[in-house]
């Protein structure tokens, strides 16, 4: 099955000015599987930045949205996809 993975901010950067693509993955896969594949595939600028395989989150500073909805308003990383899920990873911004 295929999702729609964004890049906003920063992040974009990271991965070689790439906005947004389509990744395939299993059947039945999490948020944690697809941050592996994104993990292996940009290797460790991603992993550094944003997210490494022992951890149980993304880094500070960084959230993610499936379907407009944040991680923590789901299963977190745990979170299961579904063909066509639309995930958001961006950058937390602050400002004063």
């Known amino acids: 099955m295929k999702v729609k993975v964004e890049y906003l901010g920063h992040i974009k950067n990271i991965l070689g000015s790439k906005r947004e693509e389509e990744v395939e993955i299993e059947e039945s896969s999490s948020v944690t599987d697809l941050l592996l594949i ?32 944040l991680l923590n308003q789901l299963d977190g990383v745990k979170t299961k996809l579904k063909n066509g899920d639309h995930i958001t990873l961006l950058p937390i911004v602050s400002g004063g």
């Open 38 to 69: 994104l993990s292996e595939k940009y290797g460790l600028p991603f992993k550094k930045t944003i997210y490494e395989r022992s951890s149980t989150d993304v880094k500070p500073n960084y959230i993610i949205t499936v379907n407009g909805y």
